[in-house]
C-alpha cells in the first residue's frame, strides 16, 4: 500500500524558516504529480506548491519566492523548503500526490481528486 508521510512541522518565529519532508517510500514517481497544500481551520484547502512528472513546478502566489519544492526521486522524498515565513503561513501542511494524473495538483477543483494524502504536519508562525 502507498503511503505519504509527512514530517517537519513545527513552531517558529516570523522571519524563520522551516522544511518540511514527505516520505514516500513504495511511489515511484513516472507519472502524474505531487503536491503540497494546507489548511487552516475553517478555511478551504489551498494548494501551496506542486510538482509533476515532467518537472514542471508551480507555486501559489502567496508563496512565490520564498518556499521551494523538490524531490528526490532515489530517497523517494518530496521537500518543501521555506523561507521568510508569516503568521499567514500557519496551517496544517499536507503532502499529495496522485501515481497517473498531473493536471490534478494544479487546479483547486480537482484536489478532491488526488489519490495520495499524508497526515498532515503543522506549521505555526507566530509573529
Known amino acids: 500500500q502507498v503511503r505519504l508521510a509527512e514530517s517537519g512541522g513545527g513552531s517558529v518565529q516570523a522571519g524563520g524558516s522551516l522544511s518540511l519532508s514527505c516520505a514516500a517510500p513504495k511511489f515511484t514517481f513516472s507519472s502524474g504529480c505531487m503536491a503540497w497544500l494546507r489548511q487552516t481551520p475553517g478555511e478551504e484547502r489551498e494548494g501551496v506548491a506542486a510538482i509533476d512528472s515532467d518537472g514542471n513546478i508551480s507555486y501559489a502566489d502567496s508563496v512565490k519566492g520564498r518556499f521551494t519544492i523538490s524531490i528526490d526521486n532515489s530517497k523517494k522524498t518530496l521537500s518543501l523548503s521555506m523561507n521568510n515565513l508569516t503568521s499567514e503561513d500557519t496551517a496544517m501542511y499536507y503532502c499529495?500526490?496522485?501515481?497517473?494524473?498531473?493536471?490534478?495538483?494544479?487546479?483547486?477543483?480537482?484536489?478532491?481528486?488526488?489519490?495520495?494524502w499524508g497526515q498532515g504536519t503543522l506549521v505555526a508562525v507566530s509573529s
Open positions: 499529495a500526490a496522485d501515481r497517473n494524473w498531473a493536471a490534478y495538483c494544479y487546479y483547486e477543483d480537482s484536489y478532491k481528486y488526488l489519490e495520495l
